[in-house]
T-cell receptor
Framework: GAGVSQTPSNKVTEKGKYVELRCDPISGHTALYWYRQSLGQGPEFLIYFQGTGAADDSGLPNDRFFAVRPEGSVSTLKIQRTERGDSAVYLC????????????????????FGAGSRLTVL | QKEVEQNSGPLSVPEGAIASLNCTYSDRGSQSFFWYRQYSGKSPELIMFIYSNGDKEDGRFTAQLNKASQYVSLLIRDSQPSDSATYLCAWGSGNQFYFGTGTSLTVIP
């Protein structure tokens, strides 16, 4: 698509429930990132995909969080047993990138963000 | 620890003035630096990026990078009310991008 698309835009759930957040990146972008942004904070890295594989999941806060990208395009972030502290805006970003930022074309390392999915856990 | 420090502000400038935003980073291995603008309730959008020491200008925006001192700044000339937003600096290293907490800018008409 023309931009990064995220659904749902808003999700309200109860503590303990399971949620899925979907991201459809820009067509042709091989790299996909998930970030979490709390009020007044900058985006916090969660996980990064290069193609179908999770190249770096070191930002996932615990094992309740999981993400997949089975066909190298759309990604789903899954949160089990949600807690009130999970409430935040979940941002997805995609880019066409070289393996190491800053090498090759810097322009290839630019993140384009989706509009985000606002998750509220009651 | 890979950190990005920003003056969280808020910063207020009158319309037409120069707004100066600053950011320091901890990792000397950082290679690419980015400034994003985020309007309230919206997602971050890229303003510009810089990877070489010195200045890079794009319209009313100038990014300045000093790798020896580990800081990057953004100057906004002829500030407009539409520039009122939170400005996030970020740097890239390895396969991650690290973001600061953002600086809130208000341009007063």
């Amino acid at each position: 698509g023309a931009g990064v698309s995220q659904t749902p835009s808003n999700k309200v759930t109860e503590k303990g429930k399971y949620v899925e957040l979907r991201c459809d990146p820009i067509s042709g972008h091989t790299a996909l990132y998930w970030y979490r942004q709390s009020l007044g904070q900058g985006p916090e890295f969660l996980i990064y995909f290069q193609g179908t594989g999770a190249a770096d999941d070191s930002g996932l806060p615990n094992d309740r969080f999981f993400a997949v990208r089975p066909e190298g395009s759309v990604s789903t972030l899954k949160i089990q047993r949600t807690e009130r502290g999970d409430s935040a805006v979940y941002l997805c970003a995609s880019s066409v990138r070289s393996k190491i930022p800053g090498q090759g074309s810097p322009g290839a390392n630019v993140l384009t963000f989706g509009a985000g999915s606002r998750l509220t856990v009651l | 620890q890979k950190e990005v420090e920003q003056n969280s502000g808020p910063l207020s400038v009158p319309e037409g003035a120069i707004a100066s935003l600053n950011c320091t980073y901890s990792d000397r291995g950082s290679q690419s630096f980015f400034w994003y603008r985020q309007y309230s309730g919206k997602s971050p959008e890229l303003i510009m990026f810089i990877y070489s020491n010195g200045d890079k200008e794009d319209g009313r925006f100038t990014a300045q990078l000093n790798k020896a001192s580990q800081y990057v700044s953004l100057l906004i000339r002829d500030s407009q009310p539409s520039d009122s937003a939170t400005y996030l600096c970020a740097w890239g290293s390895g396969n991650q991008f690290y973001f600061g907490t953002g600086t809130s800018l208000t341009v007063i008409p």
